[in-house]
């Protein structure tokens, strides 16, 4: 095998990069959500839609960039994915009509979706045998910078929300801008990687699916309802939350909802080398898991500070991604990685579209708003109960992998 043209490292500096700038523009809808609604006249459900709509097309769609990462390599891949993600951005700042931002939206999670599932199929393939948990875990991190400085935004860039809505929308396709320029730099560094390591891809097939062994399922489920429970709470309607039913302005609700991430930015690569150095990764992943509906009991039922929520979910947002990724990649052969992320992509695309749309609608039908808090409350008993299943998925791939069929996700790797 030829060696690398470059180190890992940075090859997965390029990644995060690459992603980080897509991460604030999908994150970029929540601090504007109060902003769209009172000088737009958008309803929750528009909002909703904002974010579900980047989902739906990856439903038929994200699939088939498992097998284009199979076939052209993920190098290229991402480059391609990364050029939607800016073009659907751009759209989306432009935003009037509606429809327009809704294609933009659209469009973009087109791309980003590809963009993610090429990049950890790139880090897999290139820390292959070494660290892949800690890296994945520090892509992860660096990327949540993007999540984070989404979140605070209305601070550091009050200047542009005191213009109204468009501005920070502005900012955002400036920011995928970048991450195409990193995604065009790490496509020229992984072909030089690939020159000397080809993988044969394996036909997909309803067969081929089904031939995924049962802790894949189970690790799927978790992966599925882990992503349509945070991210539709986190960056869809966290933020309108607690300005509506918590009280916060729109700078203290950014702040307090930007904690989960800047919190994972330090504790995620921590976690990740946990699972490199000590095993245990399903133990992990239980941890993790558990945390979720705890949190959207505290919220709905006590008056709690509202840091105690923040801590538990921000604990659980970095154990999940730090381990998840990794350990799917174990349970499944190199020449099906990529469609194997693309299935769990596939199912996860449904279930952010299901779950964005769902909150939204649960919060107009109860009439949410700052004079009716407890309006929310649907949207928090639908999140729970997901956890819940979650959890279970969870427990039942502990059970298995701690069984005779495991696969050795939990024995030590360092």
């Not at 929310?376 to 959890?391: C, E, K």
Request: with cysteine.
């Amino acid at each position: 095998m030829t060696k690398p043209a470059s180190p890992p490292w940075m090859i997965l500096v390029l990644a995060a990069i690459a992603i980080a700038g897509n991460y604030y523009a999908y994150d970029a809808i929540g601090p504007v959500a109060d902003l769209l609604i009172r000088q737009r006249g958008l309803s929750q459900t528009d909002i909703g839609l904002l974010n579900a709509v980047y989902s739906l097309p990856n439903i038929p769609l994200a699939l088939v960039g498992g097998l284009i990462i199979d076939k052209l390599g993920a190098g290229r891949a991402a480059f391609g994915a990364a050029v939607l993600c800016f073009l659907g951005a751009a759209l989306t700042a432009v935003g009037e009509p509606f429809s327009i931002m809704v294609t933009g939206r659209l469009l973009f999670g087109i791309g980003e979706a590809t963009l993610l599932i090429a990049l950890l199929v790139a880090l897999a393939q290139w820390f292959k045998g070494g660290p892949s948990a800690l890296a994945m875990a520090l892509f992860f991190s660096l990327a949540r910078v993007g999540s984070y400085t989404a979140d605070v935004s209305p601070s550091w860039a009050s200047p542009l929300y005191a213009q109204g809505w468009q501005p920070p929308l502005v900012l955002a396709a400036g920011l995928t801008a970048i991450s195409m320029l990193a995604a065009l730099i790490f496509m020229l560094v992984d072909l030089g990687r690939a020159k000397g390591e080809a993988v044969v891809s394996e036909p997909i097939s309803l067969k081929s699916i089904a031939g995924f062994d049962r802790s894949f399922w189970y690790i799927l489920g978790l992966n599925v309802l882990f992503a349509s429970v945070f991210f539709p709470f986190r960056s869809t309607f966290g933020i309108v939350y607690f300005q509506d039913a918590k009280g916060l302005s729109l700078a203290q609700a950014g702040q307090i909802n930007s904690w989960v991430f800047f919190a994972a930015i330090f504790a995620t690569p921590i976690f990740g080398l946990i699972a490199d150095r000590f095993g245990r990764r399903t133990l992990l992943l239980c941890l993790g898991a558990a945390l979720m509906p705890m949190t959207f009991f505290i919220l709905a039922a006590t008056h709690w500070s509202l840091w105690i929520s923040t801590i538990l979910m921000g604990i659980s947002f970095s154990v999940i991604p730090a381990v998840i990724w990794p350990t799917t990649a174990m349970l499944i052969e190199p020449k099906r990685l990529g469609t194997a992320f693309g299935l769990i992509n596939v199912l996860q695309s449904t279930g952010l579209f299901a779950c964005n749309y769902a909150a939204g609608w649960l919060n107009d039908a109860s009439g949410a708003s700052r004079g009716h808090p407890e309006g929310y409350n649907g949207m928090l008993i639908l999140f729970s109960a997901l956890s819940l299943v979650g959890l279970v998925s969870t427990i039942a791939l502990w059970r298995r992998e701690s069984g005779p069929h495991g696969h050795g996700v939990d024995q030590r790797r360092l």
